[in-house]
């Protein structure tokens, strides 16, 4: 009996591989069918890990890592996005009772106005019936620092760039490099503005006055509620953070952004106290459980063949887009 070619038994493997893999994403999807279960499921949850402390304690505390870009396009581990993620960690230890604090470990240069103003949202409504810590890690700016406004108690590290509180909108126009190819762009429209911010023309007056006064009521929301939720007087920012810069954790402490300075470990000992536990109680993080759609996904990814060192402070797949609003730190996120 004459053997098969090694390439059709190479692409055997790989139908019956595939075949088997769709099949588990089946079941596991549709599980439903056979168990009598409803169509409808629950929501997503994460699994736990033991990050330090004594796991035989019944009371711990949740640590939850927002980490990067702000961004409803950022891809989620079992959620759309990384904000999904996030609001579903937060939900998770609201609900259950074992957690009696949730330390929320931030190292980010902030993001899309929305995204964050959801993720402080969430946060506050945790804070109610259990303690939010907030730690500041190397970067918790804009968006960072508006997150971190849900917290009960904020502590940063004394290098850790913070502030920046303000809002940028960005808009590419093309109308120089139109002319050099004689290009040329035919608009209708039904009012004046629906073509606002239109890169083949530049902005009209009306148009600027109407995008800053949209950039200063965003503005305000965000100073509106630093100022609230650190009890400044007179209900103004200080004086330095007007101007949307950057400050370290310890000008950040002396400004009263925060209430302490000091190392993750001291972000955890404070969570510990404050909700009245031992020194022992065990920390745990959540972590995204095993997905075949998550392997297939990593599988399609474009492999670069080239080795290259990069040095990266937000994901490649992220790009401030036209007329959307960021809390961001744009100094710190683009490259040069």
């Known amino acids: 009996m004459p053997r098969l070619p090694k390439t059709l038994l190479l692409i055997g493997l790989i139908l019956l591989t595939t075949s088997l893999v769709a099949n588990l994403l089946f079941l596991s ?47 989620g581990d079992i959620g759309s996005s990384m904000v999904d993620d996030l609001i579903l960690q937060i939900r998770q230890a609201a609900d259950d009772d074992s957690v009696a604090a949730i330390l929320l470990h931030i ?12 993720l402080y949202h969430e946060l506050t409504l945790v804070r109610e019936t259990k303690p939010v810590i907030v730690y500041l ?22 290098l850790c760039i913070t502030g920046s509180i303000g809002v940028i909108m960005q808009a590419l126009n ?7 190819l004689g290009l040329s762009t035919l608009t209708f429209k039904s009012g004046t503005l629906k073509d606002l911010l239109n890169p083949s023309r530049p902005a009209t007056e009306q148009e600027k006055k109407l995008v800053q006064d949209m950039i200063g009521e965003t503005f305000e929301r965000f100073s509106s509620i630093v100022i609230e939720e650190r009890h400044f007087p007179n209900h103004k920012l200080p004086g330095e953070m007007a101007d949307g810069r950057i400050i370290s954790g310890k000008q950040a402490l002396d400004l009263k ?44 990814q474009k ?13 490649d797949s992220f790009h401030l887009q036209a007329g959307k609003l960021y809390y961001l730190s744009t100094h710190l996120f683009f490259r040069r």
Not at 107 to 118: I, L, M, R, W
Not at 137 to 158: I, R, W
Not at 174 to 180: F, H
């Open 107 to 118: 190292d980010s240069p902030g993001g899309e106005v929305t995204a964050s103003d959801n």
């Open 29 to 75: 999807k549709d599980h439903h069918l056979f168990s009598g279960a409803p169509h409808l499921q629950s929501a997503p949850s994460f699994e736990e890990e033991l990050v330090e402390g004594n796991d035989s304690q019944k009371k711990r505390i949740a640590k939850i890592d927002l980490f990067g870009v702000i961004a409803q396009e950022v891809p």
């Open 137 to 158: 890690d190397s970067v918790a700016a804009s968006g960072g620092y508006y997150t971190a406004m849900g917290g009960s108690h904020l502590v940063a590290h004394e």
């Open 303 to 315: 492999q670069d063949s080239n080795s290259k060192v990069q040095v990266n402070l937000g994901p």
């Open 257 to 300: 952004l925060v209430d302490a300075t000091g190392y993750l470990e001291d972000a955890i000992s404070d969570a510990r106290e404050i909700a009245k536990l031992p020194d022992d109680a065990p920390v745990i993080r959540y972590v995204a459980p095993f997905h075949f759609s998550k392997l297939l996904r990593f599988l399609g």
């Open 174 to 180: 093309y109308e120089g490099l139109s002319k050099i």
